[in-house]
């Protein structure tokens, strides 16, 4: 089946210092991912995709990288500020189906410390 | 631009009780979503259309889940017979087409059933 899972729930940073979120999925035939961020009481806000034919791909202060080898994805935050508090989430939309359904992992918690 | 709006932004309804929760898509978007949310958990995927027609209804639970979006735009989920475990927040997305990746989502609907 499918699950796209984060390896911690909770991730606490100094202000300024990067942040990296982990994510691992285990369909194979996924051919897209993406992260978004949930600040609370709002639904959640699209920050990076990637397609699985790249490696990696940058925005602005973000990175997301993807090993498809071992099925795993991770988000970079560059000079993380207090406004980066938020929980992160890994989703894919993957395999042969081309509805947009997005399946999401549990999150990770991002708290900045000042 | 508006982005998706969501009414009511909060529910609190008897179990028993039949609920409509409202959503309004961002304007010319085709492809509209219904998630739900448990405390602490990733959004969970419940139904999709695609215009009028519910393209993938899969996510939805039971018969007592059903939804409508009879013009193309505004969306009603209606739950019949709720019971405890129907409490969760109800988020909506939409994108501009069909399988279109980045998804704008909602607020949410928290639904509490006593």
């Known amino acids: 089946g499918e699950s796209v899972g984060l390896h911690l729930p909770t991730l606490s940073v100094q202000e300024g210092d990067n942040s990296i979120i982990n994510c691992a999925y285990s369909n194979s035939a996924s051919d897209y991912f993406i992260w978004y961020k949930q600040e609370s009481g709002k639904g959640p806000q699209f920050i990076i995709d990637?397609?699985?034919?790249?490696d990696k791909r940058q925005g602005q202060r973000v990175t997301v990288l993807l090993n498809k080898t071992v099925k795993h994805l991770s988000l970079q935050i560059a000079a993380t500020q207090p406004g980066d508090s938020a929980v992160y989430f890994c989703a894919e939309s993957g395999g042969s189906s081309n509805t947009g359904k997005l399946i999401f992992g549990q999150g990770t918690t991002l708290q900045v410390k000042p | 631009g508006a982005g998706v709006s969501q009414t009511p932004s909060n529910k609190v309804t008897e179990k028993g009780k039949y609920v409509e929760l409202r959503c309004d898509p961002i304007?010319?978007?085709?492809?509209l979503y219904w998630y739900r949310q448990s405390l602490g958990q990733g959004p969970e995927f419940l139904i999709y259309f695609q215009g009028t027609g519910a393209a993938d209804d899969s996510g939805l639970p039971n018969d007592r889940f059903f939804a409508v979006r009879p013009e193309g735009s505004v969306s009603t989920l209606k739950i019949q017979r709720t019971e405890r475990g129907d409490s969760a927040v109800y988020l909506c997305?939409?994108?501009?087409?069909?399988?279109?990746?980045?998804?704008?989502f909602g607020p949410g609907t928290r639904l509490t059933v006593t």
């Open positions: 997305a939409s994108s501009l087409w069909a399988g279109g990746r980045e998804q704008y």
């Open positions: 990637i397609r699985s034919n790249m």
């Open positions: 304007s010319g978007h085709t492809a």
